[in-house]
């Protein structure tokens, strides 16, 4: 049984393109959550979606970040016109239904230059 | 004031030592909470859940101190692969709010 899947593992970008982060859950959850962690600090909430609905983007930034979960496929955790503030670690975790230890993918490093 | 808050550290201590790391919380509605290691790089792991009975796994041991809004986590007969950063959560709601991590480095 496969973990959570991210790909990639590392993005470089320069300023102002889009960066694309993917995320499959591991088989049987349902429930999958973004969350960013900025250099020397902790891991933030940003996203809660289940297939085709987001259920919580309070720790989404309101511009230029967007999330998505279909129902075929990956999470997508997209950013818009990147600036250096968004180089950071963003973290994928997926549960069941009813289990909130999630667990984590390993992870994508976006480096914005 | 930060949700999760918990001493940076670094402790460092021998192989074979005894170290506990304490949280606070400030959500008292929290009800359920948990330890995640962090390895440098990596993903946080799942280390525990934390019940309010306080539970034991091997060389760890969690409580939850509800008055006072605190966590521990125990550690004895440290090992090196003990190495890490300990991550405090709070589990409320759809999300886990994290603590910022407290560096533990295990000597030889």
């Known amino acids: 049984n496969a973990g959570v899947m991210q790909n990639p593992r590392h993005l470089v970008r320069r300023r102002g393109q889009e960066a694309r982060l993917r995320c499959s859950p591991m088989?049987?959850?349902?429930?999958v959550y973004w969350y960013r962690q900025l250099p020397e600090e902790g891991l933030k909430f940003m996203v809660y979606?289940?297939?085709?609905?987001?259920?919580?983007e309070s720790g989404m930034p309101k511009e230029r970040f967007s999330a998505e979960f279909p129902k075929e496929g990956p999470s997508i955790l997209r950013i818009q016109q990147v600036v250096r503030g968004d180089s950071a670690a963003y973290f994928c975790?997926?549960?069941?239904?009813?289990?909130?230890?999630?667990?984590f993918g390993s992870g994508t490093r976006l480096t914005v230059v | 004031r930060k949700e999760v808050e918990q001493d940076p550290g670094p402790f460092n201590v021998p192989e074979g030592a005894t170290v506990a790391f304490n949280c606070t919380y400030s959500?008292?509605?929290?009800?359920?909470f948990f330890w995640y290691r962090q390895d440098c790089r990596k993903e946080p792991k799942l280390l525990m859940s934390?019940?309010?009975s306080g539970n034991e796994d091997g060389r760890f041991t969690a409580q939850l101190n509800r008055a006072s809004q605190y966590i521990s986590l125990l550690i004895r007969d440290s090992k090196l692969s003990d190495s890490a950063t300990y991550l405090c959560?709070?589990?409320?709601?759809?999300?886990?709010?994290f603590g910022g991590g407290t560096r533990l480095m295990v000597k030889p």
């Open positions: 934390v019940y309010s």
């Open positions: 979606l289940q297939k085709e609905n987001i259920i919580d």
């Open positions: 959500n008292s509605a929290s009800q359920s």
């Open positions: 959560v709070d589990n409320a709601g759809n999300m886990l709010t």
């Open positions: 975790a997926s549960s069941p239904e009813g289990w909130s230890g999630y667990t």
């Open positions: 088989k049987g959850h349902s429930h």
